[in-house]
């Protein structure tokens, strides 16, 4: 079965704290894909990443980051000098089987505060 | 491009209504989705489609049904409401998997559902 976990509920930090965002995932398939999308407090979804199941490289974009490890089957994610625009709700997601299914984490919600 | 809209945006229904939420998509994606969002919980599957006259069930299908007459919309229906159904509803599309390069999905706004 797939599964996808992000153990931490909510997570308050002062602005320009670097802060990680956990997401382990649980899944038989050798070939697979993981997401990330971040929900403001508008409610709309909006993808950051993708990563295939054979890539393990990290990813740097801005102040965001990606670190994929398949041997502890984690995707975490870290903005670094968090900012107040980065509150929001995050989701990890895996894809699952065929259609592009995608099977989300609970989310962490990020709040940044002054 | 619009992207993928939603209608309406809210909604209130008495237990034992029936509606249909709406999406539509302009960017010609062949996979559409329906997903419920319950307070605190990650997204739902309910429904999907890999396109027109094709649909099948998600994780938590029942009291729901869809259509795919076109490529451009997949409307969802709610037949006789009940209070668990509350929550948000989300529809989204992608691109096609094509061998095994997955795509990401397009979110449309929400359609935010509560039944009393």
């Known amino acids: 079965a797939q599964k996808v976990t992000q153990a931490q509920t909510e997570i308050s930090v002062v602005e320009k704290e670097d802060v990680t965002l956990d997401c382990v995932y649980e899944t038989r398939d050798t070939t697979y894909y993981l997401f990330w999308y971040k929900q403001p407090p508008s409610g709309e979804l909006v993808f950051l990443i993708r990563?295939?199941?054979?890539?393990?490289q990290n990813e740097i974009s801005g102040r965001y980051s990606w670190n994929f490890q398949k041997s502890t089957s984690s995707f975490n994610f870290t903005i670094t000098a968090s900012q107040v625009v980065d509150s929001a709700v995050y989701f990890c997601a895996l894809h699952t089987g065929t259609a592009s299914k995608l099977t989300f984490g609970t989310g962490t919600r990020l709040q940044v505060t002054l | 491009n619009a992207g993928v809209t939603q209608t309406p945006k809210f909604r209130i229904l008495k237990i034992g209504q029936s509606m249909t939420l709406q999406c539509t998509q302009d960017?010609?994606?062949?996979?559409m989705y329906w997903y419920r969002q319950d307070p605190g919980m990650g997204l739902k599957l309910i429904y999907y489609s890999v396109g027109a006259g094709i649909t099948d069930k998600g994780e938590v299908p029942n009291g729901y049904n869809v259509s795919r007459s076109t490529t451009e919309d997949f409307p969802l229906r709610l037949e006789l409401a009940a209070p668990s159904q509350t929550s948000v509803y989300f529809c989204a599309s992608s691109y096609p998997q094509t061998g095994t390069s997955v795509h990401e999905q397009y979110f449309g706004p929400g359609t935010r559902l509560t039944v009393t």
């Open positions: 990563r295939n199941s054979f890539d393990e």
């Open positions: 960017m010609n994606h062949n996979y």
